[in-house]
């Protein structure tokens, strides 16, 4: 599945790219809430067409319900009549809101893979370099309860080298260190090395004095030299924090609104407790366990998801398009009355 976020991720990339050197100030953090901004305005028309389909959805489900009470114990006339239904109202079961689903899918690799791959997506790193700045960093004694255990993988090493670059645990002596000892061995030049590591340092990874390449479940934990818990950064477990509630705040509100729009769904406890609870909890583990980077970016897309899912759904609310659904289809319906009672009439003359 990486390949996908590598591939989508280059157009993003530059996007991002554009806005650090721009308009957040050159500030990694404000590029991130930015870039999701950016996609979430794209995805506008895509949830628009979906909210739209919603509205026709519901309105076939009481032409259905017409069909089934006129044939019922007529299986056979009921699936006729169905199936001429959807012909005469161009409506397809199966397709409706796949492709506003599929391109919202689309815009959301192309975003992470963007915010996981910023060395080489934004910044034009080589690929040789961030691969033996990768190396080095699997050695960084901050990341060895991740690195023991389980790979870091190539999925989101790059977000790791920049935190780690940032936070003075991967610096060039340190990298150098490994190179005489045959710890790691590297294919790019020492001076190369030393290059990208200062080029590196000088991105702002820091919010409100944070570390984006900040993990709570290690950083935000104090430890003595036994691995005894001593203390806890309750400023960097804000964040965390953060990303569960703007989660369940977008997860309550979808099911407030699915309960006036679809209450049979909406009584489906397993469902409605998947939608409300399921995902917040994901992105929970997701932001303790890895750097606080995703989590701004779990954060801002929430919040910028919750806006216009109200501002979408109060301009194009389900009774408003489902009554000018049946306005078009009566001024449709009338339309064709008049051109058949037209063409009556021209008949009429000609005989």
Known sequence: MTWLYEILGVPFGYVLKFLYETVALQNYALAIILLTLFARILMIPTSISQQKGMAKTQRMQAKLRKIQTKYAGNQQKIQEETTALYQREGYNPMGAGCAPMLVQFLLLFGL???????????????????????????QVPELSSLVEGKKITDFNQEIYIIGSISKGNLTFEFLSS????????????????????TEISKIDFKLFGLALGD?????????????????????????????????????????????????????????????????????????????????VYWIASSVFGFISTVIIGNIYSPKKVMAKLMVDETVERRSKENSIKLAAEIKEKKN
């Open 112 to 138: 992470i893979g963007a915010i996981y791959y910023p060395l080489s997506h934004s910044f034009g790193f080589d690929e040789a370099v961030i691969k033996d700045l990768a190396l080095a960093m699997r």
């Open 215 to 295: 993990v709570p479940w290690i950083d935000g934990i104090y430890r003595d030299e036994a691995g005894k818990m001593t203390g806890i950064n309750f400023k960097l477990w804000i964040v965390p924090v953060l990303s569960f509630l703007s989660t369940m705040a977008t997860g309550l509100y979808s099911q407030m609104k699915q309960k006036k729009t679809n209450p049979a769904a909406a009584n489906n406890a397993m469902m409605t407790g998947c939608m409300t609870f399921g995902m917040p909890l994901f992105s929970l583990y997701w932001v303790i366990n890895y750097p606080i980077g995703i989590g």
């Open 178 to 197: 490994l190179v005489e000892a045959g710890k790691i061995k590297i294919t790019s030049d020492l001076a190369v090395l030393e290059s990208a590591i």
